[in-house]
């Protein structure tokens, strides 16, 4: 596992790292502002069912996660800057035609175009900085990172529902023109060069599957994904719930990235002097199991909150933390091949979770069994911590302890 940042300059790479914020900041804000609205949107407004909608949330996140892996082996052959142009422009018009969607076929039409987007970018982006990156930083840098996306999450559901007032298309336009800046971002990075010793898609498949660490965590942080898209299909339709209204929505995402903000680099700071990188994820899974399970017992947003509070402090510490493992385990000669098959996890574990969580918050109306749903996220939550502590200690190289912990 090598510890070098690619080849340039450190006022280049240094450069290159702050764009990738910038970049952070449009992706994250474009993508909240309007994804959280969907279920509401379409449910409330056009009259879908909670399922239909979980469907095509699912579609979304399993085409692009699904494919992203092919997006990342053409990242390493071509490299990573004109796939993320390609990618995010493809984003801005799956985003623009969701505005104007008014029934299933053409919502599933806006979210397939909006996902192939996602496909050509996220693996590409990931890949870059990874790259740019060395063991010694990559840990401080996706806390920095991760605290961006707190100011954009933030910010963005606050907007989308002040926009949401006078028009759903408005919404979605103002989500597209986010990626669409981001086109002009990408287009400022240097152009990373492409590995030498490249592999073929086959051969990079091959390097993946050999690498038993990696696939195993793959497979367990499908758990973790099925309960993280949570806060954007079950958690937006429990708000409306509580309060008849849509502006707790953004309420809820403004508490949850205040936390973000407010916690994620002290806490880490914190927590990474007495417990191992591999240790701080775990706890981060736990969390976000306590937090399912008191949601299973509200009945008032503020308590409803307190458990956004808990299972926001959760997913707080698992966000850098899988992302340092997986940068960490990933061949270097092959990053956008391996961070595209890690991808695999989102897919599956968010498509399911997107799909039965519609189901599930659909059914559990119906037979008046509340605490079901939430049960049930929690219940898989428990179980991913338990599998990641049975895994760690055992695959995981000794290398990645220390060398991702931020110095």
Excluded: K
């Amino acid at each position: 596992m090598a510890a070098d940042a690619v080849s340039l300059d450190e006022r280049a790479r240094r450069r290159a790292l702050n764009a990738l914020l910038v970049y952070t900041f449009f992706m994250v804000a474009g993508f909240t502002m309007v994804m959280p609205l969907v279920a509401v949107h379409f449910v409330d407004r056009i009259g879908l069912t909670a399922a239909a909608i979980g469907a095509a949330l699912a579609v979304r996140q399993i085409t692009q996660q699904g494919l992203a892996v092919f997006g990342g082996a053409l990242a390493d052959r071509i490299g990573n800057r004109p796939m993320i142009v390609a990618g995010v422009l493809l984003r801005a018009l799956g985003f623009a035609a969701l505005g104007l969607a008014t029934n299933m076929p053409t919502l599933f039409v806006a979210m397939l175009v909006s996902a192939l987007g996602g496909a050509l970018f996220e693996a590409p982006y990931q890949a870059a900085i990874a790259s740019l990156t060395t063991d010694a930083n990559r840990a401080r840098y996706y806390s920095i990172s991760n605290t961006i996306s707190g100011i954009a999450t933030t910010g963005g559901p606050l907007l989308g529902v002040a926009l949401l007032r006078f028009d759903f298309r408005i919404v979605c336009l103002a989500a597209a023109a986010c990626f669409a800046l981001n086109a002009v971002v990408a287009l400022l990075l240097p152009r990373l060069p492409v590995p030498a010793e490249a592999p073929r898609l086959a051969q990079g498949f091959q390097l993946v599957l050999r690498n038993r660490p990696f696939v195993l965590l793959t497979l367990i942080m499908m758990g973790y994904w099925f309960v993280s898209v949570q806060i954007n299909i079950t958690f937006p339709l429990l708000v409306v719930r509580l309060t008849g209204s849509e502006d707790g929505i953004g309420v809820m995402f403004a508490l949850s990235a205040a936390m973000t903000i407010l916690l994620q680099y002290p806490a880490m700071r914190w927590l990474e002097r007495r417990l191992a990188t591999e240790q701080i994820l775990i706890v981060g899974v736990i969390l976000m199991a306590v937090g399912m399970s008191v949601i299973a017992f509200v009945d008032s947003f503020p308590a409803f909150l307190v458990a956004v509070a808990v299972f926001s402090f959760g997913t707080l510490l698992t966000r850098p933390t899988q992302q340092t493992i997986t940068a960490g385990l990933a061949d270097r000669n092959a990053l956008g091949t391996f961070l595209g098959f890690n991808s695999l996890a989102m897919a599956v574990g968010g498509g399911i979770g997107n799909f039965l969580g519609g189901w599930m918050f659909d059914i559990a109306g119906r037979i008046a069994t509340p605490m079901l749903p939430w049960l049930v996220f929690a219940s898989v939550a428990l179980f991913t911590g338990l599998a990641l502590r049975a895994l760690l200690p055992r695959e995981m190289p000794a290398a990645s302890v220390s060398g991702t912990s931020g110095g």
